[in-house]
């Protein structure tokens, strides 16, 4: 039989478990990913204020996760609209896929439209801050792949391919180990910084914006110019080959 002393230590040791478990399980729940797939999508209510359809939008911080193919028929559409701060978004391998066609040099496009991939940016007010983008493909859009034009945007491991605008265009933020090819109007790929970046058989391949970094780009058959820089600006170990121009750089950059 236990003692007293003993059976008072043996709560208070089954309290302080209780207390650890709930908060690994608080912290579980604030670290929750909310996943996305065409049904969900199609259902709505991913975030407060998210119609059935498209666009989905997310207009609530946090991890977000794709969980299979999203897929559109209408090229005017919007598949995701990201309206909140601190959100990254996860596309873990699937793709967002619409029904344009993007080929040629210069590249044409099949469908018009003005639909884009994902996009977190607004005309008149402050666009969505500190929003992540990473690991998938966007293709196919009548617009832009990937447009987000808040402070600190990042753009990393995604393919943006054969859309009718630009393919990665983000604001004072980065383009990281990404791809961009055959999209049709605007330079592929636009960021404050950009780096490990691949621009190929695009209508203008990179551009870095004023005050920006640019380093170990590859820029090559992009029907216009392959490497663009508006100085000052850093631009290091980029290669530029096969393009209608190789390099435009506009001021005086730190080379």
Known sequence: MLSSSARLLSRASMGALALALVALTGSAAHAAVTLID?????????????????????????SYRLNSNLTITD???????????????????????????????PVQCTIPGGGIGIRAAFATTVSPANVRVMNGTVRGMGSHGIRMMGDNTTVEKVQSVSNGGPGIVVGQGAVIDSYASQNGSGAAVVGLIVRG???????????????????????????????????????????????????????????
Do not use: H, W
């Not at 065409?38 to 946090?62: C, H, N, Y």
């Not at 609209?81 to 040099?105: K, M, R, W």
């Not at 914006?209 to 000052?232: E, I």
């Open 75 to 105: 090229a005017s559409l919007t598949v995701i609209e990201i309206t909140a701060n601190d959100v990254t978004l996860d596309l873990a391998g699937f793709s967002i896929i619409g029904p344009n066609s993007c080929s040629g040099t």
């Open 197 to 255: 970046t691949v621009s190929t058989n695009n209508v203008f391949g990179i551009f870095i914006r004023p005050g920006g970094v640019g380093t170990g780009n590859s820029t090559l058959s992009n029907a216009a110019t392959g490497f663009s820089a508006q100085c000052p600006a850093v631009v290091v170990g980029n290669t530029s080959t096969g393009n209608g121009q190789n390099y435009d750089i506009n001021g005086t950059c730190a080379l």
């Open 38 to 62: 065409q049904k969900i999508a199609l259902a709505g209510k991913v975030t407060a204020g998210d119609a059935p359809g498209f666009p989905v939008t997310i207009s609530e911080p946090g």
